[in-house]
């Protein structure tokens, strides 16, 4: 807590990760595209103390504030889709199956 972190974006679903919670911490600049990128963010973050003080600083409170940890968002969210996967699946199930003459 209170360390920022710099990340490459990926194309799988742990390397888009990093970018999720960046993105949700309003932090999208410290996510790079390349690693000669994620070498130039961490540099010029690496050098600015003051952005890096600020961030030790304010890291905990802005994830404790984020969409990250609002678990009861999520739950409503997640319960949500389930209701729509399992009417759209129950619509098709209700409709007469065509047999081939």
């Not at 600015?48 to 802005?62: F, Y």
Request: aromatic share 6%; glycine share 8%.
């Amino acid at each position: 807590m209170g360390v920022p972190v710099v990340t490459v974006v990926g194309r799988t679903a742990v390397g888009r990760g990093g970018w999720s919670q960046l993105s949700n911490l309003g932090l999208k600049d410290l996510a790079a595209r390349s690693p000669r990128q994620f070498a130039r963010v961490a540099s010029g973050l690496a050098h600015d103390r003051g952005r890096l003080a600020s961030l030790r600083s304010t890291l905990r409170d802005r994830l404790a504030r984020s969409p990250l940890m609002d678990a009861s968002s999520f739950a409503r969210n997640i319960e949500a889709a389930y209701r729509q996967v399992w009417r759209a699946w129950t619509d098709t199930q209700s409709r007469p199956v065509a047999i081939p003459a």
